[in-house]
């Protein structure tokens, strides 16, 4: 991962061009699965600026930029959100151009809170999800080891219809260091 600096997003900033590059991020990020015959994940519209501000605002948001570049010139992002008092990844999207250099990894361990936990759902046979999780920490969750919250978030992906491809609750178990970035 050279020349390429995580960060989390300044709470007291940003600006429309900012929160448009990572709604760009997204949507490149999401062509890949037309392949797979996921036409649907790749037109989902990517988060609002109003969401992605609030995550910026309450500093659930850290970016992956070129050294030296300023966050209109993110290449990757992670969402994170609190979920029955772990780190859940919402989202992680790295831009196609940027992907296998590490990017994804550097922005899910920079989420990282010593001596917590991290979750995510995700797509089971999609080989940049489950597979690639898997070999960062993340293991499968079993129906009864899902909390509540992780309940919630799958009970709102049925309704959204995600559940026409097979999909996961994956955990990382707590770390003892980590960045805490954020």
């Known amino acids: 991962m050279t020349d390429i600096v ?15 590059r990572l709604r760009e991020i997204e949507r490149a ?4 699965f037309r392949a797979l015959g996921m036409a649907a994940i790749a037109d989902d519209a990517p988060p609002s600026p109003a969401v992605l501000d609030g995550y910026r605002r309450a500093g659930r948001l850290w970016l992956a930029l070129p050294d030296g ?3 209109d010139a993110a290449v990757g992002y992670l969402l994170a959100d609190e979920v029955d008092g772990g780190v859940h990844i919402e989202q992680v999207s790295v831009h196609p151009a940027w992907g296998r250099r590490g990017i994804g990894r550097a922005l ?12 995510l759902t995700t797509f089971t046979e999609v080989p940049w999800n489950a ?3 898997a070999r960062l920490g993340f293991r499968p969750l079993t129906e009864t080891e899902l909390t ?9 992906e049925r309704e959204l219809g995600l559940d026409r491809w097979p999909r996961v609750c994956m955990r990382r178990p707590a770390a003892d260091t980590g960045p805490a970035a954020g």
């Open 148 to 156: 509540p919250g992780l309940r919630a978030i799958r009970a709102h």
């Open 131 to 133: 597979p690639y999780y």
């Open 29 to 32: 990020a999401g062509e890949p």
């Open 6 to 20: 995580i960060a989390a997003a300044a709470t007291d900033g940003g600006t429309a061009a900012e929160l448009e």
């Open 69 to 71: 570049a300023g966050p």
């Open 108 to 119: 899910i361990d920079a989420a990282a809170r010593p001596g917590t936990a991290q979750t």
